[in-house]
C-alpha cells in the first residue's frame, strides 16, 4: 500500500478500533510535531507521510492495540501543565492524580518554605508538579525502584526543578519531618482482574497484597514520626478504598480525615492532619 495521508491514516486506525484521542497523539508523534494539536493535523489532512513516517505509524499503532500506553509510545505525558518524559520503567501518570496535588497545593497554601515529601514518585510527576506551583518549598521525591528514580531525575533535570531524589522503602531511611506527605502508592489486590490490562506498567507500581492496602497501612504507620504538628499525610486509593484508607488515617492517630474526589466523582483520595497539639482531634464527616 502506498503511505497513506494523515486523514487516511486517523481513518485506518478508527476501523482497527483505536480511540481518536489516542491515534491523534501518535501520529502528531510520527510526523515529529508532538507539541502540535489537533488543529494541525486538519490543517494538514492532505500530507502523506514518509515511508519512514508510514512504518513508525503501523508499529506504534500495533503496539498502542496491544496495550501499551500512548505515553511509553511517545516518550511523553503532561501533568499538571508539565512536560513529562514516560517510559516503561514507570507508572504512566493518570490524571485523576492532579486531584491530589491540588489538594497538597490548598494544605501548603498557608505555609512559607513548606517540606514536602512525595511517596512512591515515579516519574516524579507529583513532587515535580509541587515544586513547579510551590517554587519556595523544599520536595523529597522517594521511591523503591532505582528505575524510577532514573526517570524522575532526568525530569527534574530537564525541567530545571530542584527535587530531592531519595532511595527509600516508604520512610524507612528518609529523615526530618514534612509539613505534607503525599502518596499515589501501589493500591491493587494482587488477584484483581483488571491487572491483564496493565501488564506494560510495572507490577511494583501497581499492586499491593491480598486487599491491595499493604502498603498504605506501611505509610499510614511511619508517616506520624515524619510529620510536624499540623502536616498532612495525602493519599490516592482506589475506587472502593476510601472507608478503609480512612480508618487507618484514624488508627495512626489522624485528626480531620476525610476523602475527595476524582474528576469522575469517586472518593479517590483520602487525607488527615496530625494534630498541632494533644486533644486538637477533630473529624470532618
Ligand atoms: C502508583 S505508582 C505512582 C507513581 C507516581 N507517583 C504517579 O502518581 O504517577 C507507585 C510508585 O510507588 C513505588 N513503590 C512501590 N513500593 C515502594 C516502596 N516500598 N517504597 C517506595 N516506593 C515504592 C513504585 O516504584 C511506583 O513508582
Known sequence: MNAPTL??????????????????????????????????????????LSPAQA????????????????????GRKEFFGLPLQVDARVLDPRPDTETLVEWALE?????????????????????LAIQHQRPDAQVTAVD??????????ANAAQLKLPVRVLHSSWLEQV???FDAIVTNPP???????HMPALQHEPRQALTSGADGLDDIRAICAQA???????GWLLIEHGWDQSEAV????????????????????????????????????????
Open 7 to 48: 486523514a487516511q491514516a486517523l481513518q485506518h486506525a478508527a476501523q482497527r478500533g483505536l480511540a481518536r484521542i489516542d491515534a491523534q497523539l501518535l501520529l502528531l508523534h510520527c510526523v515529529g510535531r508532538p507539541d502540535a494539536g489537533r488543529a494541525w493535523l486538519l490543517a494538514h489532512d492532505d500530507d502523506i
Open 55 to 74: 512504518a513508525l505509524w503501523e508499529q506504534l499503532l500495533a503496539r498502542r492495540l496491544n496495550g501499551e500506553p500512548v505515553a511509553y509510545l511517545t
Open 107 to 127: 494544605v501548603l497554601q498557608p505555609l512559607s518554605a513548606p517540606q514536602v515529601a512525595d511517596l512512591g514518585t515515579g516519574s516524579g510527576a507529583i513532587a
Open 144 to 153: 523503591y525502584s532505582q528505575d524510577a528514580l532514573a526517570v524522575a531525575r
Open 175 to 177: 529523615e526530618g519531618r
Open 187 to 193: 493500591y491493587i489486590r494482587e488477584d484483581d482482574p
Open 224 to 230: 506520624p514520626a515524619h510529620l510536624v504538628p499540623g
Open 246 to 285: 480512612q480508618q487507618l488515617l484514624k488508627t495512626a492517630g489522624f485528626t480531620l480525615v476525610h476523602s475527595r474526589q476524582d474528576l469522575a466523582g469517586i472518593a479517590r483520595c483520602t487525607g488527615g492532619q496530625i494534630p498541632c497539639a494533644p486533644g486538637d482531634g477533630q473529624t470532618v464527616k
